[in-house]
C-alpha cells in the first residue's frame, strides 16, 4: 500500500513545499576542492589542492563532457530521462510489481531525483538506504526541479555532484583521477567504466567491470548474451583505472608562486578562494620556464639541477614570471629558489660602487689597485682573490665593476665600511641575517646570503634611478616610492653595466652580456661554485636568474657567464623580439667629461661624473702606488719592523699572522704569498729551505711555523711566526 500513498503524495499540490534553488544558484555555491592559480590576463597557471577532505575538480558544462558519457549515463541510471517530469511512472510501477513479488528490478530513482538528494542534505541516502519519508521527498523536489530546470542543466549539475570513488566527487576529478584526461575525452569504455560507478562507487572492480560491461552493451544495442569481444579486456582496464591517482595535488606551471599566494590571501582559520588572479604573464613564465630547462640541460654531467628564474616589470614592480625550481631537473623540486636563501657572488658589487658614487668617495674614472693585498681583520689577515687569479694592476672603477675585479671591490668596502653598506642594502630591500661587521671586507663578494627576489627588486631600483618599491604579486597593489639611492649614482652604475669595452677584460668582448638592445646586466658565482647568478636589466624589465644546487653542492666548472647568464640572455632576448630597449636618458646635473689616464694605464674616453666631482686627468700618487696599496687603503706593519732601515725583511705576511684554510676552496687552490725587501731573498721555513726570490708562492700547511729570511751564509736575518688552522677549523667572528 506504500506505493498508491507515494503516486498520492505526488498528485497533491505542493503547497508547502519549499521552492528548489536556481542552477546559477547551484553553480555559484559549488566548491572545487582546488584553488585556481590565474595570471594577469585570466590564464590559468596553476592548480592547487587548497581541500585534503574531498577531491573535486572546477564545474564542468555538460559540452564539455563526452557524447559517450551522456548516453552511457543515462541507459544505465534513467532510460526514460527525457521522457518523464521528474518521477518515471513505468519504473514506479515496475518496481512495485517486483517488490510484490519478489523480482529483481533497475530501480524507480531517477536522475533527477538522486539530483534531489544531492542537493539537499535531509533527502541524502544513509548508510541504511532512504526511508519513504525521504522518497517522497525526493519525488516532490524532482518534480520541481524538472518545473524550472532544463534537462541538460539536470544532467549537467548530476555530473558535478555525484560522488564517485573514495573522496572523488564530480566527473571532473574522476576523469583526471582515474583516466588522467579531461571529461571531453572519455572514450566508449571509459564512460562505461564511469556509469558503473555511479551505482556502486566502491565495489570491487570485477563487479565494476561486469557492470560496465552490461552499460557498453547498452550503447551498443546489442543484447547482454550476445557472443562477441565487446567486453575483451574490460576487466583489467577497469582494474588499472579505478588503481590509478592521475589527479595531481597540484598542476602547472607557477607551483611556488601559487601556494604562496594561498598562503596570503587566505585569512587565517578561513577558505581558500576558488580563483587568484596574479600578475604573472602565462607567456613570460613559458619563457623564463623553458629557457631555464634548456640551459640546465646543456650543462648535464656538470652537476647541476637545480636553478630559478624571476621576471620584473621595471614600472610597477610586479612580478611577470616566477620559476621556483627546475621541475623534473631537481631533487628538490618543492624548494623555490625564487626566495632560498644562497651567497650572492659578485652580483652585491654594483650595489656598493653605486654607494661609494653617491658618498662622493669614488667616481667612475677613479683607480683602484688591483694587486694581491692582505687586509688584517679581527679574525685574522683577510687575502681576497679575482675569479681568474690574476691581477690587472692599476685600473679605473669602469673596469673594475663591469671585469668584476674582487680586489678593488673590497678596497671599496673598506671605503665605504661593511655595515655603512649592508644598511644600503636593507634600504634597497636586501635583507641580511646579520650586521655588516659580522661578514666583515668579504661582504663585498657576497658573503651573506640574500634571495633572488630581493637581489632583482634592489637591481631594479638601480633601473629606476635609486627608487625602491617592493614587489607585487597581486594586481593593483601600489606603494609609494623612497628614494634610496643618489639618481645619478644609480644611472652611472647602469652606464657601467652595459659597457662591452670595459667588460673585455675578464669576459670578452663578444659574450652573452652584450645583447643587441640595451641591457645592463652583472653575474656572479659564489665560493666553490655553488651558486651562479645573472641579474641585469633593461628599459622595461629586470630578469633575475640563479642555477646550482638547492642541497648547496658544489658545481663542476660552471660559472655565472656559462650557468646563468644563458638563461638570462634567452629571456631578455625574448622579452625584447619585439619590444625595443633604449639606455634612459641620465639624470639631471649629470657630466660628461673627456679623461685621460696618465702612464697610459687606461684608453682616453669620456667619462659620466656627479655633480662636482669630475676631473679631466687621473694620476697616480707614488706615495701610495706601492705594492698592495690604494687610496684609503693600508696595511698594518708594526713600527719595530718599519723600523728596520734597509736590511732585508719579510714584508708580508706580518709576524704573528693566523690563516685559517677555508674548506670549501680546493687546497690545490690555496696559496699564501711571501714577499721580502729585497730580490735575492732566501727562504726558510722551520729551518728548511723554502725558496728564493723577493715573491713566493706557498702552500699552506696546518699548524704553527717559524719563517725567516737568510744570507748566503745561512744567517737569519728576519723571522716571523705564523699559524695555519686546518679546514676543519673555522675562527669564529668577534
Same mark, same amino acid.
Given at each position: 500500500m506504500?506505493?498508491?500513498?507515494?503516486?498520492?503524495?505526488?498528485?497533491?499540490?505542493?503547497? !508547502?513545499?519549499?521552492?528548489?534553488?536556481?542552477?546559477?544558484?547551484?553553480?555559484?555555491?559549488?566548491?572545487?576542492?582546488?584553488?585556481?592559480? #590565474? *595570471?594577469?590576463?585570466?590564464?590559468?597557471?596553476?592548480?592547487?589542492?587548497?581541500?585534503?577532505?574531498?577531491?573535486? %575538480?572546477?564545474?564542468?558544462?555538460?559540452?564539455?563532457v563526452?557524447p559517450?558519457?551522456?548516453?552511457? #549515463?543515462?541507459?544505465?541510471?534513467?532510460r526514460?530521462?527525457?521522457?518523464?517530469?521528474?518521477?518515471?511512472?513505468?519504473?514506479?510501477?515496475?518496481a512495485?510489481?517486483?517488490?510484490?513479488?519478489?523480482?529483481?528490478?533497475?530501480?524507480?530513482?531517477t536522475?533527477?531525483?538522486?539530483?534531489?538528494?544531492?542537493?539537499?542534505?535531509?533527502?541524502?541516502v544513509?548508510?541504511?538506504?532512504?526511508?519513504w519519508?525521504?522518497?517522497?521527498?525526493q519525488?516532490?523536489?524532482?518534480?520541481?526541479?524538472?518545473?524550472?530546470?532544463?534537462?541538460?542543466?539536470?544532467?549537467?549539475?548530476?555530473?558535478?555532484?555525484?560522488?564517485?570513488?573514495?573522496?572523488?566527487?564530480?566527473?571532473a576529478?574522476?576523469s583526471?583521477?582515474?583516466?588522467?584526461?579531461?571529461p571531453?575525452g572519455?572514450?566508449?569504455?571509459?564512460?562505461?567504466i564511469t556509469?558503473?560507478?555511479v551505482?556502486? =562507487?566502491?565495489?570491487?572492480?570485477?563487479k565494476?567491470?561486469?557492470?560496465?560491461?552490461?552499460?557498453?552493451?547498452?550503447?551498443?544495442?546489442?543484447?547482454?548474451?550476445?557472443?562477441?569481444?565487446?567486453?575483451?579486456?574490460?576487466?583489467?582496464q577497469?582494474?588499472?583505472?579505478?588503481?590509478?591517482?592521475?589527479?595531481?595535488a597540484?598542476? %602547472?606551471?607557477? =607551483?611556488?608562486?601559487?601556494?604562496?599566494?594561498?598562503?596570503? +590571501?587566505?585569512?587565517?582559520?578561513?577558505?581558500?578562494?576558488?580563483?587568484?588572479?596574479?600578475?604573472?604573464?602565462?607567456r613570460?613564465q613559458?619563457?623564463?620556464?623553458?629557457?631555464?630547462?634548456?640551459?640546465? /640541460?646543456?650543462?648535464?654531467?656538470?652537476?647541476?639541477?637545480?636553478?630559478?628564474v624571476? +621576471?620584473?616589470?621595471?614600472?610597477?614592480?610586479?612580478?611577470?614570471?616566477?620559476?621556483?625550481?627546475? %621541475?623534473?631537473?631537481? $631533487?628538490?623540486?618543492? +624548494? *623555490?629558489?625564487?626566495?632560498?636563501?644562497?651567497q650572492?657572488?659578485s652580483? #652585491?658589487?654594483?650595489?656598493?660602487y !653605486?654607494?661609494?658614487l653617491?658618498?662622493?668617495?669614488?667616481?667612475a !674614472?677613479?683607480?683602484?689597485?688591483?694587486?694581491?693585498?692582505?687586509?688584517?681583520?679581527?679574525s685574522?689577515?683577510?687575502?681576497?682573490?679575482?675569479?681568474?687569479?690574476?691581477f690587472?694592476?692599476?685600473?679605473?672603477?669602469?673596469?673594475?665593476?663591469? /671585469?668584476?675585479?674582487?680586489?678593488?671591490?673590497?678596497?671599496?668596502?673598506?671605503?665605504?665600511?661593511?655595515?655603512?653598506?649592508?644598511?644600503?642594502?636593507?634600504?634597497l630591500?636586501?635583507?641580511l641575517?646579520?650586521?655588516?661587521d659580522?661578514?666583515?671586507?668579504?661582504? $663585498?663578494?657576497?658573503?651573506?646570503?640574500?634571495?633572488?627576489l630581493?637581489? !632583482?627588486?634592489?637591481?631594479?631600483?638601480? $633601473?629606476n634611478?635609486?627608487?625602491?618599491?617592493?614587489?607585487? +604579486?597581486?594586481?593593483?597593489?601600489?606603494?609609494?616610492?623612497?628614494?634610496?639611492l643618489?639618481?645619478?649614482?644609480?644611472w652611472?652604475?647602469? *652606464?657601467?653595466l652595459?659597457?662591452?669595452?670595459a667588460?673585455?677584460?675578464?669576459f670578452?668582448?663578444?659574450?652573452?652580456?652584450?645583447?643587441?638592445?640595451?641591457t645592463?646586466?652583472?653575474?656572479g658565482?659564489?665560493?666553490?661554485?655553488?651558486d651562479?647568478?645573472?641579474?641585469g636589466?633593461?628599459?622595461?624589465?629586470?630578469?633575475?636568474?640563479?642555477v646550482?644546487?638547492?642541497?648547496?653542492?658544489?658545481?663542476?666548472?660552471?660559472?655565472?657567464? /656559462?650557468?646563468?647568464a644563458?638563461v638570462?640572455?634567452?629571456?631578455?632576448?625574448?622579452?625584447?623580439?619585439?619590444?625595443?630597449?633604449?639606455?634612459?636618458?641620465?639624470?639631471?646635473?649629470?657630466?660628461?667629461?673627456?679623461?685621460?689616464?696618465?702612464?697610459?694605464?687606461?684608453?682616453?674616453?669620456?667619462?659620466?661624473?656627479?655633480?662636482?666631482?669630475?676631473?679631466?686627468r687621473?694620476?697616480?700618487?707614488?706615495?701610495?702606488?706601492a705594492?698592495?696599496?690604494?687610496?684609503?687603503?693600508?696595511?698594518?706593519?708594526?713600527?719595530?719592523?718599519a723600523?728596520?732601515?734597509?736590511?732585508?725583511?719579510?714584508?708580508?705576511?706580518?709576524?704573528?699572522?693566523i690563516?685559517?684554510?677555508?674548506?670549501?676552496?680546493?687546497?690545490?687552490?690555496?696559496?699564501?704569498?711571501?714577499?721580502? /725587501?729585497?730580490?735575492?731573498?732566501?727562504?726558510q721555513?722551520?729551518?728548511?729551505?723554502?725558496g728564493?726570490?723577493?715573491?713566493?708562492?706557498w702552500?699552506?700547511?696546518p699548524?704553527?711555523?717559524?719563517?725567516?729570511?737568510?744570507?748566503?751564509?745561512?744567517?737569519v736575518?728576519?723571522?716571523?711566526?705564523?699559524?695555519?688552522?686546518?679546514?676543519?677549523?673555522?675562527?669564529?667572528?668577534?
Amino acid at each position: 500500500m506504500r506505493w498508491p500513498l507515494l503516486a498520492a503524495a505526488l498528485l497533491a499540490p505542493p503547497l !508547502a513545499f519549499a521552492g528548489v534553488p536556481t542552477f546559477a544558484q547551484v553553480q555559484r555555491d559549488f566548491r572545487s576542492s582546488e584553488t585556481l592559480i #590565474l *595570471d594577469r590576463h585570466g590564464e590559468v597557471v596553476q592548480r592547487l589542492r587548497t581541500d585534503p577532505t574531498v577531491r573535486r %575538480g572546477q564545474w564542468v558544462e555538460l559540452t564539455e563532457v563526452s557524447p559517450a558519457l551522456r548516453t552511457a #549515463l543515462v541507459l544505465s541510471e534513467d532510460r526514460r530521462f527525457y521522457e518523464h517530469s521528474g518521477v518515471d511512472w513505468q519504473a514506479v510501477s515496475a518496481a512495485a510489481w517486483g517488490r510484490l513479488f519478489h523480482r529483481s528490478t533497475r530501480g524507480a530513482s531517477t536522475l533527477t531525483m538522486q539530483l534531489a538528494g544531492l542537493l539537499d542534505a535531509d533527502l541524502r541516502v544513509r548508510g541504511s538506504g532512504r526511508d519513504w519519508g525521504q522518497k517522497i521527498g525526493q519525488a516532490l523536489t524532482a518534480t520541481e526541479l524538472e518545473r524550472h530546470w532544463r534537462k541538460d542543466q539536470i544532467l549537467e549539475a548530476y555530473l558535478n555532484l555525484v560522488p564517485f570513488r573514495g573522496d572523488v566527487v564530480g566527473i571532473a576529478a574522476l576523469s583526471r583521477t582515474l583516466f588522467d584526461k579531461a571529461p571531453q575525452g572519455l572514450d566508449a569504455r571509459e564512460a562505461a567504466i564511469t556509469a558503473a560507478l555511479v551505482r556502486a =562507487p566502491n565495489a570491487p572492480a570485477s563487479k565494476v567491470a561486469r557492470r560496465a560491461c552490461g552499460v557498453l552493451r547498452d550503447m551498443q544495442g546489442k543484447p547482454s548474451t550476445a557472443a562477441d569481444d565487446l567486453c575483451a579486456g574490460l576487466k583489467p582496464q577497469t582494474a588499472a583505472a579505478l588503481q590509478r591517482r592521475a589527479f595531481a595535488a597540484s598542476e %602547472g606551471i607557477a =607551483p611556488h608562486l601559487g601556494r604562496r599566494l594561498v598562503a596570503l +590571501v587566505t585569512p587565517p582559520g578561513g577558505r581558500p578562494p576558488a580563483r587568484i588572479r596574479s600578475t604573472l604573464d602565462a607567456r613570460i613564465q613559458r619563457v623564463a620556464q623553458s629557457a631555464l630547462l634548456r640551459a640546465l /640541460s646543456e650543462l648535464r654531467g656538470r652537476n647541476v639541477q637545480d636553478g630559478a628564474v624571476v +621576471v620584473l616589470d621595471n614600472a610597477s614592480g610586479e612580478v611577470l614570471a616566477w620559476v621556483g625550481s627546475s %621541475g623534473d631537473f631537481s $631533487a628538490a623540486g618543492e +624548494v *623555490d629558489g625564487v626566495t632560498a636563501l644562497r651567497q650572492p657572488g659578485s652580483t #652585491l658589487k654594483p650595489l656598493l660602487y !653605486a654607494q661609494a658614487l653617491a658618498e662622493r668617495r669614488l667616481t667612475a !674614472a677613479s683607480l683602484l689597485d688591483d694587486t694581491p693585498t692582505q687586509i688584517p681583520t679581527a679574525s685574522g689577515l683577510y687575502i681576497p682573490q679575482n675569479y681568474d687569479h690574476r691581477f690587472k694592476g692599476w685600473v679605473s672603477v669602469r673596469t673594475a665593476l663591469a /671585469s668584476s675585479l674582487n680586489i678593488p671591490a673590497v678596497r671599496t668596502l673598506v671605503m665605504v665600511g661593511p655595515e655603512a653598506f649592508a644598511q644600503q642594502l636593507r634600504a634597497l630591500g636586501v635583507q641580511l641575517a646579520q650586521p655588516g661587521d659580522y661578514y666583515g671586507y668579504s661582504l $663585498a663578494l657576497g658573503a651573506a646570503e640574500v634571495t633572488l627576489l630581493d637581489l !632583482a627588486n634592489a637591481y631594479r631600483s638601480l $633601473a629606476n634611478g635609486g627608487r625602491y618599491t617592493p614587489v607585487a +604579486v597581486l594586481p593593483g597593489k601600489k606603494t609609494a616610492a623612497r628614494q634610496v639611492l643618489d639618481p645619478g649614482a644609480a644611472w652611472i652604475v647602469g *652606464d657601467i653595466l652595459c659597457d662591452p669595452n670595459a667588460r673585455a677584460p675578464t669576459f670578452g668582448a663578444d659574450s652573452l652580456l652584450a645583447t643587441r638592445f640595451w641591457t645592463a646586466v652583472k653575474t656572479g658565482t659564489s665560493k666553490d661554485m655553488r651558486d651562479n647568478w645573472a641579474v641585469g636589466w633593461s628599459q622595461r624589465y629586470t630578469v633575475g636568474v640563479w642555477v646550482g644546487n638547492a642541497a648547496g653542492a658544489p658545481m663542476h666548472d660552471v660559472s655565472g657567464v /656559462s650557468g646563468a647568464a644563458p638563461v638570462w640572455a634567452a629571456v631578455m632576448r625574448a622579452l625584447h623580439a619585439r619590444t625595443p630597449s633604449r639606455q634612459p636618458e641620465p639624470p639631471p646635473g649629470l657630466e660628461r667629461v673627456e679623461v685621460r689616464f696618465d702612464a697610459q694605464l687606461e684608453a682616453p674616453r669620456r667619462e659620466w661624473f656627479l655633480p662636482g666631482t669630475a676631473q679631466a686627468r687621473f694620476a697616480l700618487d707614488r706615495q701610495t702606488a706601492a705594492p698592495g696599496l690604494s687610496a684609503g687603503v693600508r696595511l698594518h706593519h708594526s713600527p719595530a719592523r718599519a723600523a728596520s732601515g734597509a736590511r732585508q725583511r719579510i714584508t708580508a705576511p706580518a709576524d704573528d699572522t693566523i690563516f685559517a684554510l677555508d674548506p670549501d676552496i680546493p687546497p690545490q687552490k690555496q696559496r699564501i704569498e711571501l714577499t721580502a /725587501s729585497a730580490t735575492d731573498a732566501r727562504w726558510q721555513l722551520d729551518g728548511h729551505a723554502l725558496g728564493r726570490g723577493a715573491r713566493l708562492s706557498w702552500f699552506p700547511l696546518p699548524g704553527r711555523h717559524q719563517l725567516a729570511l737568510v744570507d748566503a751564509r745561512g744567517q737569519v736575518l728576519d723571522r716571523i711566526t705564523l699559524e695555519v688552522r686546518g679546514a676543519g677549523l673555522r675562527l669564529s667572528r668577534r
